[in-house]
T-cell receptor, first 112, second 115 residues
Framework: GENVEQHPSTLSVQEGDSAVIKCTYS??????FPWYKQELGKRPQLIID?????GEKKDQRIAVTLNKTAKHFSLHITETQPEDSAVYFC???????????FGKGNQVVVIP | NAGVTQTPKFQVLKTGQSMTLQCAQD?????MSWYRQDPGMGLRLIHY???????DQGEVPNGYNVSRSTTEDFPLRLLSAAPSQTSVYFC??????????????FGEGSWLTVV
């Protein structure tokens, strides 16, 4: 099955700086890559996703890039704010597969 | 819409006891699933269902049973609780399969402690 790895485990950034989280996946058939944000004690919520036919997708301060050749995708958060502090999970799944495989999560801490 | 509703939110069980975590969704989603979340382990799929009457195992199914008699409900049963099942459990649903790019919506979570 699909194996997704996230690095680094914890990322501290100064408010206003950018944060980048990278994930690698193992199954070359994977074609859907969502990112979820989870605040302490809350449920995971989708913040952005990308399909394999697109190299980059942007939504305001958040962007995701995909490199299919290297089998990695990254979350970019620009102009970080304290409310961006959370755990971020990446995930991947092949088309037609109902098993979304999650990474172990990255703790992002935005320092005011 | 209430979305995905899980009960109970908190539960303490003794080793060997059984219990059922309830999950209901009102979005007419065909796909439902259960995940467990442990510190440093991310979200791991326990069981999932692609429609009423159809269930399948995920990554960590041992010790858990599920059934899907209606589109709305997908209960998770622990037959004989073990301390290793202490975790946060999330029910989730989506209109279609994740492989087709369908957004997964999570419930608020159920905190289970087995002593």
């Amino acid at each position: 099955g699909e194996n997704v790895e996230q690095h680094p485990s914890t990322l501290s950034v100064q408010e206003g700086d950018s944060a980048v989280i990278k994930c690698t996946y193992s199954d070359s058939a994977s074609n859907y890559f969502p990112w979820y944000k989870q605040e302490l004690g809350k449920r995971p919520q989708l913040i952005i996703d990308i399909r394999s036919n697109v190299g980059e997708k942007k939504d305001q301060r958040i962007a995701v890039t995909l490199n299919k050749t290297a089998k990695h995708f990254s979350l970019h958060i620009t102009e970080t704010q304290p409310e961006d502090s959370a755990v971020y999970f990446c995930a991947a799944t092949p088309y037609g597969n109902n098993r979304l495989a999650f990474g172990k999560g990255n703790q992002v801490v935005v320092i005011p | 819409n209430a979305g995905v509703t899980q009960t109970p939110k908190f539960q303490v069980l003794k080793t060997g006891q059984s219990m059922t975590l309830q999950c209901a969704q009102d979005m007419n989603h065909e796909y439902m699933s259960w995940y467990r979340q442990d510190p440093g382990m991310g979200l791991r799929l326990i069981h999932y269902s692609v429609g009423a009457g159809i269930t399948d195992q995920g990554e960590v199914p041992n010790g858990y049973n599920v059934s899907r008699s209606t589109t709305e409900d997908f209960p998770l049963r622990l037959l004989s609780a073990a301390p290793s099942q202490t975790s946060v459990y999330f029910c989730a649903s989506s209109l279609g399969g994740s492989g087709s790019g369908n957004t997964i919506y999570f419930g608020e979570g159920s905190w289970l402690t087995v002593v």
